[in-house]
């Protein structure tokens, strides 16, 4: 059997209204994971976001950052970039950043990476495609990659037929109207699943 298709969203890196109930509702919706990335943030600012997310929830969150935390909350474990690159022993999974495929190489013992930007970034000004996603195919081929930059509910079943491992959001929930973009998100995976079903 085919492992699962991943939805992972990516904080914004600023400060988003209501977020710790924001983030709730995802995870509640079926997003598998929430990166928590705040690298301008303090760890105690960090701190206080995570400890208003529901116990039962935190066990699908990764920071991007502030580690020291793992020892106090019950954490999926970290995410590794260049500002973090090694994770802590008390780290139970990691994951990573990559930005092209001679990095994936090393990268087997990762939960997954992420690969970016597959599309042109929504939340990045300028920050465009460097890939062909026709050609990716045979390249991450049996491997856990997660595609980042420019993801939308639109392109998400063009990226699990490429073969990703999953895809991770960003600019598309925190612009706009959330309530609207997690609908929408919601309605198109579950359509999805009803057509691989069939």
């Not at 105690?44 to 935390?69: C, K, S, T």
């Not at 970290?78 to 090694?86: I, K």
Request: aromatic share 8%.
């Amino acid at each position: 059997m085919a492992e699962k298709f991943l939805t992972i969203v990516i904080t914004s890196p600023e400060a988003v209204e209501r977020e710790a109930e924001k983030i709730a509702r995802l995870l509640d919706s079926g997003v598998d994971f929430v990166h928590i990335r705040k690298p301008d943030w303090s760890l105690q600012d960090v701190r206080y976001l995570i400890e208003d997310i529901p116990y039962r929830l935190r066990n699908r969150l990764r920071l991007h950052g502030h580690f020291a935390l793992l020892d106090e909350m019950n954490l999926a474990g970290v995410h590794l970039n260049s500002r973090c690159p090694q994770a802590p022993a008390n780290a139970a999974t990691a994951t990573r950043s990559c930005h092209g495929l001679d990095e994936i190489a090393g990268c087997d013992k990762m939960a997954y990476v992420t690969l970016s930007p597959i599309f042109d970034s929504i939340s990045k000004s300028g920050y465009k495609s460097r890939f062909d996603i026709r050609e990716l195919s045979s390249a991450i081929a049996g491997k856990r990659v997660v595609a980042l930059g420019g993801v939308t509910p639109e392109n998400i079943k063009e990226l699990r037929d490429a073969g990703f491992f999953g895809a991770a959001l960003l600019g598309y929930i925190w612009e706009g109207n959330f309530e609207d973009k997690l609908q929408h998100l919601m309605e198109r995976l579950h359509e999805e699943l009803l057509q691989k079903m069939q």
